[in-house]
T-cell receptor
């Protein structure tokens, strides 16, 4: 079975540019989680969706961050405009039910210069 | 109250030794305690999980010990191997709310020397 697929794997861009990270859920999964991982703050939950509906976006750091689920199998996380402090590894994870484990993608390593 | 405190930050063990990582929590509503293993360049992957109705769960060389009264749980890796070298995260969640959010510990970088 294909796992959670994230793209791109690496992104290097200049400050002020728009960045779009993409995530394809495991087929049949109905919950989607976006995390950010840094050395200083560890794994932070940014936002999660249940059945395509955003449930809790309290972890989104600023209005520069936005996330969408245009359909049941795909999500995007957008940063506009990007700043150097946004540099991190961004993970998405999907889950098939409330009592099922989260399955993580391999992340997007984002560097903002 | 949502924090999960993990220690140590890093751990070096000889091949064949026992690796022990500890976590503590405050929120008594937590009822699911997974451990995730992360290799460089990869996402965290579920290793083993426990619910508070049991005090221990074992899967192969990996064991979770759970102490509900102390609000602590730990991961034991028996006969540690160089291939176990990775970062380990404990986590906790509660069944309240519309979805189970995981609260992660800060991670332990394990190095197993050959």
């Amino acid at each position: 079975d294909a796992g959670v697929i994230q793209s791109p794997r690496h992104e290097v861009t200049e400050m002020g540019q728009e960045v779009t990270l993409r995530c394809k859920l495991i087929s049949g999964h109905n919950s989607l989680f976006w995390y950010r991982q840094t050395m200083m703050r560890g794994l932070e939950l940014l936002i999660y969706f249940n059945n395509n509906v955003p449930i809790d976006d309290s972890g989104m750091p600023e209005d520069r961050f936005s996330a969408k689920m245009p359909n049941a199998s795909f999500s995007t996380l957008k940063i506009q405009p990007s700043e150097p402090r946004d540099s991190a590894v961004y993970f998405c994870a999907s889950r098939g039910g409330r009592n099922q484990p989260q399955h993580f993608g391999d992340g997007t390593r984002l560097s903002i210069l | 109250q949502q924090q999960v405190k993990q220690s140590p930050q890093s751990l070096i063990v000889q091949k064949g030794g026992i690796s022990i990582i500890n976590c503590a929590y405050e929120n008594t509503a937590f009822d699911y305690f997974p451990w995730y293993q992360q290799f460089p360049g990869k996402g965290p992957a579920l290793l083993i999980a426990i619910r508070p109705d049991v005090s221990e769960k074992k899967e192969g060389r990996f064991t979770i010990s759970f102490n509900k009264s102390a609000k602590q749980f730990s991961l034991h890796i028996m006969d540690s191997q160089p291939g176990d070298s990775a970062t380990y995260f404990c986590a906790a969640s509660s069944h309240s709310g519309s979805a189970r959010q995981l609260t992660f510990g800060s991670g332990t970088q394990l190095t197993v020397l050959p």
